[in-house]
T-cell receptor, first 116, second 111 residues
Framework: GAVVSQHPSRVICKSGTSVKIECRSL??????MFWYRQFPKQSLMLMAT?????????EQGVEKDKFLINHASLTLSTLTVTSAHPEDSSFYIC????????????FGPGTRLTVL | LAKTTQPVSMDSYEGQEVNITCSHN???????ITWYQQFPSQGPRFIIQ???TKVTNEVASLFIPADRKSSTLSLPRVSLSDTAVYYC????????????FGGGTRVLVKP
């Protein structure tokens, strides 16, 4: 159990367009979902935390109007990169946790975004 | 959030046991310790989680001393496919379950 999927796995877009990435928990209900960004050979950087039905909490330095997060249900969260620019090119990874004391996060396979 | 410190890289050979120690001096009372494995261009994969003493599952063991200021991930008899980056993370409900990823340890398993 505890499988998280992401779609798409890879996307290439033109500068100025918007891209939506979906994150789904396939076999459990996720109280909380997280979005991370990872640049080549670097560690993961938390962008935002979202709870179902609530507004996302963004980390310092992350533009909430640029990275729109919607957590519509206990199994789906979406990240929309608006007006993408080449510097937004990165590996975006989501994770989900059931909630509860241990709160283990289970990660999706990631989405490679390339902005031309 | 507890800051973690772990070695940047580590080399090993097939069949050997690999032990990666992580320091987390300011771990909070309700923090859990979790280890993840990440291959290039993939999301991190959960390996093991513990709170104190020793935890063992089918792939690894986690040793946590009484003071919980450090933890050691033990990978028995590694194979080439265990070459990856391993992250030690400390967190829990008090932090809103936020995970601050440290630099990770790049493990290279040689034939």
């Amino acid at each position: 159990g505890a499988v998280v999927s992401q779609h798409p796995s890879r996307v290439i877009c033109k500068s100025g367009t918007s891209v939506k990435i979906e994150c789904r928990s396939l076999d459990f209900q996720a109280t909380t979902m997280f979005w991370y960004r990872q640049f080549p050979k670097q560690s993961l950087m938390l962008m935002a935390t979202s709870n179902e039905g609530s507004k996302a909490t963004y980390e310092q330095g992350v533009e909430k109007d640029k990275f729109l997060i919607n957590h519509a249900s206990l199994t789906l969260s979406t990240l929309t990169v608006t007006s993408a620019h080449p510097e937004d090119s990165s590996f975006y990874i989501c994770s989900a946790s059931r909630g509860g004391r241990a709160d283990t996060q289970y990660f999706g396979p990631g989405t490679r975004l390339t902005v031309l | 959030l507890a800051k973690t410190t772990q070695p940047v890289s580590m080399d090993s050979y097939e069949g050997q046991e690999v032990n990666i120690t992580c320091s987390h001096n300011n771990i909070a009372t309700n923090d859990y310790i979790t280890w993840y494995q990440q291959f290039p261009s993939q999301g991190p994969r959960f390996i093991i989680q513990g709170y104190k003493t020793k935890v063992t599952n089918e792939v690894a063991s986690l040793f946590i001393p009484a003071d919980r200021k450090s933890s050691t991930l033990s990978l028995p008899r590694v194979s080439l496919s265990d070459t990856a980056v391993y992250y030690c993370l400390v967190g829990g409900m008090a932090a809103g379950n936020k995970l601050t990823f440290g630099g990770g340890t790049r493990v290279l398993v040689k034939p």
